[in-house]
């Protein structure tokens, strides 16, 4: 535990350079050489928790077995380590005010007056070291959101600068910075790079690694200039070139040293050379497919990807998998009519219908998956997805006339889709949903006791409505079939349709558990459907 190392990541120049990818990277090479890594992320806005926010905000929330929701990088932290993250890993500022302000009122600081520094460094410095105590840590990382300069940043930033005093060689900065090409004089920047890191030794903190966010590769003369300006050694200046897939960063990373920079730095040893013939071969078979599907991806947000990041990254696992490439086609709901449904999925392999919550774009849902089950197209329905799926199919199947959800509306006739008993009384947003892993029984023979190899799953789960077993008897006799409960609650987890090659509708997320090792069943078997179908059209 007195032995932890701490490495923080920070940004400089503009935002979404990669800090999350740079972290998870150096995180998956110090685990394959047998240390025990986790990161964490620390984000400068003053929510709680992105539990509230619009994705077009702030992308996807995501969501962690103990029911945390959290910032969409955790995501990439589990996709690369293969290894579940908690509330402790995600540390808002909301959170650390939230904290300080309730022990305030308590009396815990005895009367004195509370400041940034120490109380809010204090409480900052606590929950970074909190993650290494808790579970034993060889090394943990930390991001910290935002870019050097940011005001909302200034507290990590001197947190950081604290933690380093005291830490010692136990702790080190990697700086990740962007060096712009300009295409008129045919030169990469590095002014950009030099005024990021001068604002980040103007707060107190120096580097130990300089990573340079590149589109062109780096001569020697650019590592001698950064190193120079920016007091560092020039092997710790790191190129971060583009590639084709998140997923070859971590191989890059290795070609760069940036894990045997980071142990020597932190008087680790090298133990051994990384593990990662796993990730070698997922990476051979995901650029080396044999077939290339199309699967439309039904949503409101779909001109933001990221809101939508976890299930376009279960389609690479699972693609690899299947040694297929999943073309995601983009399908926004609010333009599916029912006279030009055919135009957007005649060329699709497969149809997914994303979560969401609100009633925007809901009869467009209500299209994509009327027409996935009339032409037998295999169908995947989540969360939201799959309440329009039950919707879908008690209106056109089993002829209730105005079924919908109590969600989208108060006095439906058949709200075969109702809001869960304990969500009745709650009145606040954040954080009071049906959160976190539940378990689930799956049925003998069902599609998705088949995909899982087992009868039993533990899913995470993001929703106040849910199926409304008043009508499940009239469903089941109509074919649509629940194969998956909740044993303590008898909530509806999972339904199928019998007369369906593949139609599924889970009401958990299965994109939050999927990794590069352990790609999620669900997301296999879909894919392996869709392959089946486009080979046989």
């Known amino acids: 535990m007195a032995d932890t190392r701490y490495i923080f990541v920070t940004g400089g120049v503009t935002s979404s350079l990669g800090k999350g990818i740079i972290s998870a990277s150096l995180a998956k090479l110090l685990q394959a050489r047998g240390y025990k890594t986790t990161i964490q992320k620390l984000d400068p806005y003053l929510n709680v928790d992105p539990g509230t926010l619009n994705p077009y905000e702030h992308g996807e929330c995501f969501v962690t077995d103990d029911g945390a929701e959290t910032d969409l990088d955790l995501g990439h932290y589990e996709r690369f380590l293969n290894s579940p993250t908690s509330q402790a890993n995600n540390v808002t500022t909301g959170r650390i005010y939230q904290s300080v302000i309730d022990k305030e009122r308590r009396g815990d600081f005895l009367g004195k007056t509370v400041q940034v520094i120490p109380h809010i460094t204090d409480e900052i410095k606590r929950r970074i070291k909190l993650l290494g105590k808790k579970d034993h840590y060889d090394v943990v990382i930390t991001e910290i959101g935002g870019t050097v300069g940011d005001i909302e940043s200034l507290p990590y930033i001197e947190a950081v600068r604290q933690l380093k005093w005291e830490l010692g060689r136990k702790s080190m900065v990697i700086h990740l910075t962007l060096v712009p090409y300009l295409a008129a004089s045919k030169e990469l920047k590095t002014k950009p790079t030099q005024h990021s890191v001068k604002m980040l030794l103007e707060a107190g903190v ?24 920016c007091n560092v050694d020039i092997n710790a200046v790191i190129e971060s070139i583009d590639v084709p897939t998140i997923y070859e960063v971590p191989l890059r990373m290795l070609n760069e040293k940036l894990d045997v920079i980071a142990l020597n730095k932190l008087e680790l040893g090298l133990k051994h050379d990384p593990e990662l013939k796993p990730w070698r071969s997922f990476i051979e078979r995901l650029l080396n497919p044999e077939h290339t599907i199309k699967i ?8 933001l990807p990221d809101a939508y990041k976890s299930i376009v990254e279960s389609f690479v696992h699972a693609g690899a998998v299947n040694k ?35 009633h925007r774009g809901i009869e467009g849902k209500l299209h994509a998956v009327k ?32 079924a919908h959800s109590t969600e989208m509306n108060h006095n439906t006739p058949y709200p075969v889709i109702a809001l869960m008993e304990d969500q009745k009384n709650i009145l606040d947003m954040g954080g009071t949903m049906r959160l976190g892993a539940y378990p689930c029984q799956l049925k003998s023979n069902s599609l998705m006791e088949k995909a899982y190899g087992s009868s039993h799953t533990m899913e995470r789960h993001r929703h106040r409505y849910e199926f409304n077993n008043k009508y499940l008897q009239d469903f089941e006799n109509a074919g649509m079939i629940a194969t998956g409960k909740n044993e303590d609650t ?29 790609p999620h069943p669900v997301f296999v078997d879909f894919v392996g459907a869709a392959i089946n179908y486009f080979c046989k059209k």
């Open 296 to 303: 439309a991806l039904v949503g409101k947000y779909v001109e």
């Open 324 to 358: 297929a490439k999943v073309d995601v086609k983009w399908v926004h709901s609010e333009e599916l009519e029912p006279q030009n449904v055919e135009n957007y999925f005649n060329d699709c392999a497969g149809i997914l219908v994303a979560p969401g919550f609100g």
């Open 206 to 229: 120096q580097p130990d690694v300089v990573v340079l966010r590149t589109e062109h590769d780096l001569t020697e003369d650019i590592r001698r200039k950064v190193a120079l300006f």
């Open 371 to 402: 027409y996935a089950r009339e032409n037998k197209i295999p169908f995947l329905g989540i969360c939201l997805g799959m309440q329009c799926a039950v919707i879908e199919f008690a209106r056109n199947v089993l002829h209730f006339k105005g």
């Open 490 to 518: 008898d909530l509806v987890e999972i339904v199928e349709v019998t007369d369906h090659p593949w139609f599924v509708g889970v009401q958990f997320h299965p994109e939050y558990k999927s990794t590069v090792v352990q």
